[in-house]
């Protein structure tokens, strides 16, 4: 789920980079960093390389909050001192190459925001995170990299197919997930756990689809444009491509949909009668008004912030997300925003942050859709599973609901269970606030894994 905070500006910001370095040591390759924003920390990777005239060129990306590149600008490189501008993201770098900890140590400047550095050389997310449950090759089974057409879009979907070797027919799940352009592990803070639930459920005889997001990764399309029905409509591409396959048992293809992917499952599966289950991880249930207000006051309580910002916040963003639901043209919605925040005192900067974040396809969709009735529409079996202790798809607020739609509704074969002391990502949490995502460890706490595992065993029958 995104993290609405227009007023306050507590949002990730993606900056566009770029740094050269002509010195004894060879800056060709992957470098890495971390950055301290707002209480979260933010990973920045920099793909450097020399063309055949010697120029440097580059590119760089945020893999927590999205697998786009950007290309570099500009630079300019006096003895070990390095610095560059990037006109489009009105940021800047400042750094130098240090010889004795073979890092670059730099700030990184954007919209007032000055931002400490230090890049370390090297691809691989252990530089960073600490991730014991990262699955490893050799792989005892099949990966196959697969490419799909949504034939509505037109765009094409990237992603991995892994199955059990050997012949036969295999059940399959796809994964789908949650908000923000996400790749097809789900990365976030080093954590991939699509990777995980792929591996783990592979491993236990099912094949598994997973796929970068339209625009993510290397998937075309335009992420920006798309909303959720739109991301719907990448899933049934995806359950038709495993239906025209040989080794698919296309009677029992089911879908796994964490977050906003929770929402997107119960789409397909109300639309298509031939789905055979769905399992639901932190899926939202009520209406998406009353879910981002309270999700704006429990991550906020959960950050520490004072009851009475705590309450200007939700004030703010009630009144936000009202006009946006009662505006319909995108103009006139950000005239409205303006002049509302400008009533509040807001800065220049608040303000341009609020209409990036709320003027959006995505967002005016999200914000009045509510999710039951696509629950009350699924026949098939139904697992949903939800942390006591996230802050971001409250399951106090969801489960009870999923559960009483499910029964009114005539399903008899569901099973939903809010598992103690986890959070969204279903990470056994102290202070269980999405800053603190980063500094676990552990990406699923294999008590969850099991659990599905064993659901999925008594449910979906294998050949």
């Given at each position: ?49 020399k063309d055949s005239t010697g120029n440097w060129h580059g590119t760089t990306e945020s893999p927590d909050q999205s ?224 879910l981002l207000l309270a999700q704006d006051s429990l991550v906020s309580k959960s950050e520490g912030m004072k009851r ?156």
């Amino acid at each position: 789920m995104r993290n609405l905070y227009p007023y306050l500006i507590c949002c990730l910001i993606v900056f566009s980079t770029f740094l050269q370095c002509v010195t004894a040591q060879d800056l060709s390759g992957t470098w890495q960093g971390r950055m301290q924003f707002m209480k979260f920390d933010i990973r920045i990777v920099f793909h450097l390389y020399k063309d055949s005239t010697g120029n440097w060129h580059g590119t760089t990306e945020s893999p927590d909050q999205s697998s786009k590149k950007f290309d570099i600008d500009q630079l300019e490189v006096l003895g070990d001192s390095i610095s560059f501008e990037i006109f489009d993201m009105n940021a800047s770098f400042q750094g130098r190459y240090n010889s004795d900890s073979s890092a670059i140590m730099g700030k990184l400047s954007q919209r007032g925001f000055k931002l400490p550095l230090k890049l370390l050389k090297g691809d691989a997310d252990d530089l960073l995170y600490n991730r014991p449950q990262r699955p490893r090759p050799p792989f005892p089974y099949t990966c196959e990299e697969v490419r799909i057409i949504q034939r509505v879009s037109g765009d094409t979907l990237a992603g991995t197919f892994t199955k059990p070797n050997g012949p036969g027919k295999f059940p399959a799940i796809i994964l789908i997930s949650g908000s923000g352009a996400q790749d097809r592990d789900e990365s976030v803070f080093g954590h991939k756990p699509f990777l995980l639930l792929a591996d783990f459920l592979t491993r236990r005889g099912y094949a598994v689809l997973r796929c970068d997001d339209r625009g993510t990764g290397a998937s075309t399309g335009n992420f920006s444009t798309a909303t959720t029905a739109d991301f719907a409509l990448d899933a049934e591409a995806q359950v038709a491509f495993l239906r025209h396959r040989k080794d698919i048992q296309r009677n029992r293809i089911g879908l796994l949909g964490h977050s906003e992917g929770g929402i997107i499952a119960p789409m397909v599966a109300a639309k298509d009668a031939k789905i055979a289950f769905v399992i639901l991880l932190a899926a939202p249930a009520i209406d998406m008004f009353d879910l981002l207000l309270a999700q704006d006051s429990l991550v906020s309580k959960s950050e520490g912030m004072k009851r009475k910002d705590m309450t200007e916040l939700i004030e703010t963003n009630t009144h936000l997300f009202n006009i946006l639901k009662e505006t319909k043209d995108t103009a006139g919605l950000q005239q409205k925003i303006v002049d509302y925040l400008v009533s509040t005192n807001a800065s220049d900067a608040e303000i341009e942050v609020a209409i990036q974040q709320l003027c959006t396809p995505w967002m005016e969709w999200y914000v009045g859709f509510d999710p039951a009735k696509n629950i009350a529409r699924v026949k098939c079996p139904v697992l949903a599973l939800n942390g006591e202790k996230d802050v971001q798809v409250p399951a106090m607020i969801n489960i009870p609901v999923i559960e009483s739609i499910l029964v009114s509704s005539g399903n008899r074969n569901h099973e939903v269970s809010i598992l103690p002391g986890l959070n969204h990502l279903f990470q056994p949490c102290k202070k269980c606030s999405v800053a603190e995502y980063k500094l676990i460890d552990q990406t699923m706490d294999p008590s969850v894994l099991e659990k599905i595992g064993v659901w999925m065993d008594r449910n979906v029958r294998r050949p």
